[in-house]
């Protein structure tokens, strides 16, 4: 089996892992070429710049110390069963495992249900938008594939929606809480869009950023929705 190939770590995080003091591996590679990625550097396949070994090792003297590690990216599950692998010996160490994915594989994710204990699941726009902002025909069909075999682990997790202007409308918004409403969704996150790289023939303003989070009634309205939403501004 090829080897994990990690490209970032974050040593130490209170805010990766709900309620829990956690390391973030970030996983190289990713199918989608979202219009906002932070993390261009991870996306295409290749050697990671961190031996999974001294990771490993590292971890190993983090025992005690962290309560879990999470696994992001890029997109973690698209080195399927790799990643899988070395997710299971790190849980033997006595870490809960958490995942940031874009949910663009159902199936794997299906696989790693077993060690996996929580995920933050992107929903990145409505299905319309969906090619559009990450440059993939079957992402939204994939990601709502994954949301679904999640749901039916009964396992907990946190769908996250960054509101870029340029892909969200109010609108959307609103569609998208629906839909999540309807597949009983209890926790949400809503995530200020904020420019990494910002270009200039689709630029976006403070007020627009703003918009989804200035509103009142639209945030009423998605608070009594769900049980628990994080406005991320
Ligand atoms: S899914 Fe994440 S890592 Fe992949 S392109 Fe989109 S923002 Fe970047």
């Known amino acids: 089996m090829r080897e994990i190939q990690i490209g970032g ?17 970030f996983l190289v590679g990713c199918p989608l070429r979202c219009a906002y990625c932070s993390n261009p550097h991870l996306l295409c396949p290749g050697d990671g710049e961190y031996d999974p070994e001294r990771v490993f090792e590292w971890l190993k003297s983090r025992v005690g110390k962290l309560e879990a590690v999470v696994f992001s990216g890029g ?6 069963d790799a990643t899988i692998e070395y997710m299971r010996r790190v849980r033997d160490l006595g870490f809960k495992i958490g995942l940031h994915t874009n ?3 159902p199936d794997t994710l299906r696989r790693a249900a077993d060690v996996v204990d ?9 299905r319309e938008k969906y090619p559009d902002l990450t440059g993939q025909g079957v992402a939204y069909d994939n990601m709502i594939r994954s949301l679904d075999i999640w749901g039916n682990t009964g396992k907990d997790f946190e769908v996250r929606i960054t509101c870029d202007p340029r892909f969200v409308a109010k609108a959307d918004l609103m569609e998208i809480a629906n839909i999540l409403m309807a597949r009983g969704v209890k926790n949400i996150a809503i995530q200020k869009y904020i420019p990494h790289f910002e270009d200039a023939e689709r630029r976006t303003d403070a007020p627009a950023r703003e918009q989804f989070f200035n509103d009142e009634i639209l945030r009423e309205k ?12």
């Open 118 to 126: 929580w995920i933050g699941l992107d929903f990145k726009a409505t």
């Open 75 to 80: 997109e973690a599950l698209m080195q399927g």
């Open 103 to 105: 949910g663009f594989y």
């Open 9 to 25: 770590l974050v040593s130490f995080t209170t805010i990766d892992y709900p309620g829990k003091l956690a390391a973030v591996l």
């Open 222 to 233: 998605i608070n009594s929705m769900f049980t628990t939403i994080t406005w991320r501004e």
